[in-house]
């Protein structure tokens, strides 16, 4: 006869009753699966001996780890990799990018300049006409009165004007004294 | 977050053989017998990994965090199987566990009675602590090394945990009546 393992029986007994019991929290699942030792484990602990299903996700948790690690490698590195070709597509941009920007600055001042000095120029113009009109029709003096103060100052002027003169002569036709 | 289409297929690509992986492991601990699908698992985890990967990049990375998902997932797929109306029990007389139960049986067909097996837990509760944990841990099929570290003890004190443990507990089913079994 055929004897049966003990092993055998004992968990097929314990996963017939899997519906009726209460599920592990992951976070104590996780935990032991990685060996830590606290509170929570030790009760998820005394499940998993007498739970068929406990020991089965213990046992998938334990089995899931290195695949999962592998996973995160394998993402850290297709990230990485991603990231790395932006970097190497954005490099002639950025080493193109400050030329344009000399290129727009040098741009702008030159623009900037030659608005300055065409609003300069403009604005010179009309600040300079009244003044060349103004100079330009300078009213001269009233010769009426000008005349006492035209008087020359070198004594090698011409000669003034005989009706003031001092020594003006009456005329002689009417001068009786003489005859 | 914007994904470029070189970088969203390599993506893609490793979750798909992730998925694969993982749809195995389940099916190579025999977690489909509680309930679950291991594709409808499989295709889950890839689902909540990249609205993971799709939320924050860093997150993803952490070994921890993957077997979170997974876990998660398969637990709250168990909890949803054991929530659906199942199959009424077979009655009495049907093929099933009950069935085997015979007076005259020996040590395998009693040992598959329901009752029978209270008897051999009412044995190994007879047991010291520490070795009834570490004799069901073994019934179980974990390694010696798996018991030591789950205990916190090594491996060797382990073993004498359990060799004691399983001799006392051999003891108390030749008693019970139960005869030997193979281990």
């Known amino acids: 006869m055929i004897k049966p393992g003990l092993a055998n029986l004992y968990r097929r007994f314990t996963r017939r009753h899997a519906a009726a019991e209460a599920l592990p929290q992951v976070d104590a699942l996780l935990a032991l699966a990685e060996g830590e030792h606290g509170a929570s484990s030790e009760r998820l602990l005394t499940e998993v001996a007498r739970s068929g299903l406990h020991a089965d996700l213990l046992r998938f948790a334990r089995a899931l780890s290195p695949e999962s690690a592998r996973l995160g490698v394998q993402l850290e590195q297709a990230l990485d990799a991603s990231s790395a070709g932006h970097q190497r597509d954005r490099r002639p941009l950025r080493s193109a990018t400050p030329q344009r920007g000399w290129l727009r600055t040098a741009g702008a001042l030159a623009a900037g300049l030659l608005v300055a000095v065409a609003v300069w120029s403009v604005q010179r113009g009309h600040m300079s006409a009244p003044a060349d009109v103004a100079a330009a029709n300078k009213p001269v003096p009233d010769r009426i009165f000008a005349a006492l103060s035209e008087r020359p100052t070198s004594g090698t002027t011409g000669k003034r004007d005989e009706i003031f003169r001092g020594d003006f002569k009456s005329d002689r036709i009417f001068k009786s004294s003489e005859g | ?183």
């Not at chain 2, 914007?2 to 690509?13: E, G």
């Not at chain 2, 998902?69 to 009950?98: S, Y």
Request: proline share 4%; hydrophobic share 40%; with cysteine.
């Open chain 2, 1 to 183: 977050m914007s994904i470029d289409p070189a970088l969203r297929q390599r993506l893609h690509q490793l979750l798909r053989d992730y998925g694969a992986k993982v749809r195995a492991l389940i099916e190579g601990h025999g977690l489909g017998q509680y309930g679950i699908d291991p594709a409808d698992i499989e295709q889950e985890v890839r689902i909540r990994l990249w609205k993971a990967l799709e939320r924050d990049r860093n997150a993803a990375f952490h070994t921890s965090f993957i077997q979170r998902v997974v876990l998660t997932t398969v637990i709250d797929a168990i909890r949803a199987a054991n929530a659906r109306p199942v199959d009424p029990l077979p009655e009495a007389g049907e093929t099933g566990d009950l069935a085997f139960v015979e007076p005259t049986a020996g040590p395998e067909r009693s040992a598959s009675g329901i009752e029978d097996f209270d008897r051999i837990m009412a044995c190994m509760a007879e047991l010291p602590e520490r070795r009834r944990k570490a004799v069901a841990l073994h019934l179980q099929g974990f390694s010696l090394r798996e018991i030591g570290e789950f205990s916190g003890t090594s491996e060797e004190a382990a073993r004498k945990l359990l060799d004691r443990g399983m001799e006392t507990l051999r003891e108390r089913l030749v008693v019970a009546g139960f005869g030997e079994f193979d281990d």
